[in-house]
Every structure is written in structure tokens, then in C-alpha cells.
Nanobody, 122 residues
Framework: QLQLVESGGGLVQPGGTLRLSCAAS????????VGWFRQAPGKEREGVSC????????NYADSVKGRFTISRDNAKNTVYLQMNSLKPEDTAVYYC???????????????WGKGTLVTVSS
């Protein structure tokens, strides 16, 4: 069974850090592009970051550039999202999703995790 499982969410104060993990089971993430998306209460889902299947291409939403970093460890079948300088507006459920080779918008992703909640609040 092909699965993506997110972990690492939680409650953090403004300015704090979290590292989210997206672990794949039932398939190898090698050559799969993996994206992180988020959805805040009452808002539409938005793309946060994506890393290509080769790992040599990444992209970020303007709202997180310079604060978030996406990376992958194919040996661990896991993609990470390092989130620094967190802001209250980063509060959302974060999802990872995968598709072969190249990044895409949400509609183009083939596999989705169930999400992990990130709350940034003092």
C-alpha cells in the first residue's frame, strides 16, 4: 500500500522552529518530486515548497522564502521541511504529496499524506 505520512507538527512560539518529515512506505521516493502544501482554517490550500525527483531543483512560496528549507534523504525514503522564524500566519495543516519526477501544483500530485498540524502562537 502506497503511503505518505507526515510528522513533526506541533505548537511553537513565534520565531521558533519545527522540522516536518514526510516518510513514504510501499514505494521508493527516488525520482518522485515531493511537495509540501498547507491549509489554514477558512483558507484555500496553498503550495509551500517542492523538491524535484532528482533533488536538484527546489521552489518556495514567496511567503516562506528565506525561512523554510526543503530537503530529501532517499536512503531514509523521507523528505523534510525545515521551518525557521515561524509566524502566526504559518499556522495550518501541512500536507506532503508526491508525483513522478517534476513538481506540480496540487491537482497534479498523485499521492497525499493525511497532514500534520502546525500551530504558531504565544
Amino acid at each position: 500500500q502506497l503511503q505518505l505520512v507526515e510528522s513533526g507538527g506541533g505548537l511553537v512560539q513565534p520565531g521558533g522552529t519545527l522540522r516536518l518529515s514526510c516518510a513514504a512506505s510501499g514505494f521508493a521516493l527516488d525520482y518522485y518530486a515531493v511537495g509540501w502544501f498547507r491549509q489554514a482554517p477558512g483558507k484555500e490550500r496553498e503550495g509551500v515548497s517542492c523538491i524535484s525527483g532528482s533533488g536538484d531543483s527546489t521552489n518556495y512560496a514567496d511567503s516562506v522564502k528565506g525561512r523554510f528549507t526543503i530537503s530529501r534523504d532517499n536512503a531514509k525514503n523521507t523528505v523534510y521541511l525545515q521551518m525557521n522564524s515561524l509566524k502566526p500566519e504559518d499556522t495550518a495543516v501541512y500536507y506532503c504529496a508526491a508525483r513522478p519526477y517534476y513538481c506540480s501544483g496540487a491537482d497534479g500530485m498523485n499521492y497525499w499524506g493525511k497532514g500534520t498540524l502546525v500551530t504558531v502562537s504565544s
